[in-house]
């Protein structure tokens, strides 16, 4: 088992768009599309922003959206607004119940 | 509303044993896997051990494997966590955390979380 790889930290102005990436291998991001991403402001317990690599719970905004191609899982967020400010991370199924995070990304809105 | 409740951390010494109760309401509890996460201080989040709704698929990370067990009892809606042999690098704040998908293995999709309880481990 290995974390799955991040960005330690992304940036971006109000308004502008970016994208953290999540790599993993054939073990897991690539063999399954149970990849999921978690808002963690400081101080605060994980948030579920994204499942199945493109689904959005019900009350997550639009701005946020998934993908995956291959062995590498994306988390794009549009229209970057000051609460948008936090730590992200990436989790995968990796198969025999057991799961995978990545290692998170600090966001920072500029 | 989903709740749930962590407990039964505290200090320990290396070496020694602690069991982390999670106590869960707002929810069909047995319909549900469960999952510990931890989360050493200042640094990311760790997953730990997963149990399905019937305990019949359990999963452990390679770090606690052997170390920790994971249980549940449907009747208390309670999730739990026996730790022995503890390590310095198990100090952390554990997170009981709920699967989205009813009725199958642990997937690894975390809807609702505790607040967590933080485990210390130190002579």
Redesign the interface.
Known sequence: QSALTQPASVSGSPGQSITISCTGTSSDVGSYNLVSWYQQHPGKAPKLMIYEVSKRPSGVSNRFSGSKSGNTASLTISGLQAEDEADYYCCSYAGSSTSQFGGGTKLTVL | EVQLVESGGGLVQPGRSLRLSCAASGFTFDDYAM?W?RQAPGK????VS???WNSG??????SVKGRFTISRDNAKNSLYLQMNSLRAEDTALY?CAKD?YPRI???????Y????TLVTVSS
Not at chain 2, 57 to 62: E, F, M, V
């Open positions: 999952h996460v990311g989040l760790e997953w997963g149990i399905s698929s359990i999963g452990y990370a390679d997170y989205l293995a642990a997937a690894g999709t975390f809807d979380w505790g607040q967590g």
